[in-house]
């Protein structure tokens, strides 16, 4: 049995932003949006029905933004880890993030780490890798 990985639920105060950041960031696209939670998707996802599994596992996943009363207090289990491609300009790539509202984070990294940890606008961690072309 193999189950399709649908989406990534992101707790958080202001969806709509944390949303649109992350859309942003990642060039999606918002695919839903409501008082109860907003949707990000890829450019190539679409809501039309698939009916082999094999489609069905193969559609791309989701960001889903949700509200939470309660703040972030301790470090995320779960992160997104964010790659360049070897054509793109890494530290470019890292000084506009940080433009945008991300800030440095230090989770114990150490100095000669190949990953750059930061904090989205609201404080979920997520690392920048090093370029790569797969």
């Known amino acids: 049995m193999a189950l399709h990985w ?15 950041w ?9 695919g839903f949006e409501n ?4 949707v990000i998707a890829p450019p190539e996802a679409t809501e039309d029905p698939v009916e ?5 596992r193969h559609r791309p996943q ?8 309660e703040g972030k207090s301790v470090k995320n289990r779960l992160h997104i880890d964010l ?16 433009e945008r509202g991300a800030t440095r984070v ?5 100095d000669d780490a190949t990953w750059t940890v930061l904090a989205d606008p ?12 797969r």
């Open 6 to 20: 649908y989406s990534v639920v992101v707790d958080c105060h202001d969806i709509a932003a944390q949303a649109r």
């Open 22 to 30: 992350w859309a942003e960031t990642l060039d999606w696209q918002i």
């Open 35 to 38: 008082e109860e939670e907003v």
């Open 52 to 56: 082999t599994l094999a489609e069905w």
């Open 62 to 69: 989701e960001l889903v933004f949700v509200p939470v009363e």
């Open 83 to 98: 790659a360049p491609h070897t054509s793109q300009d890494r530290e470019a790539e890292i000084a506009a993030l940080i």
């Open 106 to 110: 230090d989770v114990g990294q150490t």
């Open 122 to 133: 609201e404080g979920n961690e997520f690392c920048v890798l090093s370029s790569r072309d």
